[in-house]
């Protein structure tokens, strides 16, 4: 009877060891996954902050140019459009 004990015990000590080496693992694994969608997150995030100061900088130029036309009555020329004088006294 005590032998039958004994090898129960034994058994109950060696599934709770495989057990927790198991969860052990799941963790490991489940880790790993969180940090790949974190750095995948964290790339999405860059992206939107670039975008973010693209649009930022497209509107500031945009409000420019309505604030120069609105106080001046003026239209600032495209590049292509500019003429230089030359001014010789």
């Not at 670039?50 to 600032?76: P, Q, V, Y």
Request: aromatic fraction near 8%; glycine fraction near 4%; hydrophobic fraction near 45%.
């Amino acid at each position: 009877m005590r032998l039958i004990l004994n090898i129960a015990i034994f058994f109950a000590i060696a599934f709770s060891a495989f057990l927790v080496i198991y969860i052990k693992h799941q963790n490991r694994i489940m880790n790993i996954k969180v940090e790949s969608i974190e750095n995948g997150l964290s790339i999405e995030i860059n992206k939107y902050k670039e975008l973010l100061n693209t649009k930022t900088t497209l509107l500031e130029k945009e409000l420019m140019r309505k604030g120069f036309k609105e106080s001046l009555g003026m239209d600032i020329p495209s590049k292509n459009r500019i003429i230089y004088l030359d001014l010789v006294e």
